[in-house]
């Protein structure tokens, strides 16, 4: 009998969050760099919509009902596809040194 070599699946999307928008682009460009040298197809970045969360606070506990601040949380988020991913690929993304404060995920599909 003839061994069938394991290949990898046909698609890994990654996902990347962080509240600062450069960290997320520096990691981005990380994330692309190591899969276009692993020889991949890369689909992407693609910008998904910032979430903006507004948090309105009463700047005195009693008496200036008027007078509140107002604060906000953005969550930027990016997407990429790799399509035909090498066992190379998964192992360098695995590898893959990513700056505090940015969340990634990775799908295999």
Do not use: Y
């Given at each position: 009998?003839?061994?069938?070599?394991?290949?990898?699946?046909?698609?890994?999307?990654?996902?990347?969050?962080?509240?600062?928008?450069?960290?997320?682009?520096?990691?981005?460009?990380?994330?692309?760099?190591?899969?276009?040298?692993?020889?991949?197809?890369v689909v992407g970045p693609i910008p998904l919509p910032t979430?903006?969360?507004?948090?309105?606070?009463?700047?005195?506990?009693?008496?200036?009902?008027?007078?509140?601040?107002?604060?906000e949380i953005r969550r930027h988020k990016r997407l990429i596809d790799v399509l035909d991913p090498t066992a190379k690929?998964?192992?360098?993304?695995?590898?893959?040194?990513?700056?505090?404060?940015?969340?990634?995920?990775?799908?295999?599909?």
């Amino acid at each position: 009998m003839a061994t069938k070599k394991a290949k990898a699946t046909g698609k890994i999307r990654i996902s990347v969050k962080a509240f600062e928008h450069k960290l997320v682009d520096d990691a981005v460009a990380k994330i692309l760099a190591t899969v276009k040298d692993s020889g991949a197809i890369v689909v992407g970045p693609i910008p998904l919509p910032t979430k903006i969360e507004k948090i309105t606070l009463n700047r005195s506990t009693f008496v200036n009902k008027n007078a509140r601040e107002q604060f906000e949380i953005r969550r930027h988020k990016r997407l990429i596809d790799v399509l035909d991913p090498t066992a190379k690929t998964m192992e360098l993304l695995q590898s893959l040194s990513i700056p505090s404060g940015v969340g990634v995920e990775i799908k295999v599909m």
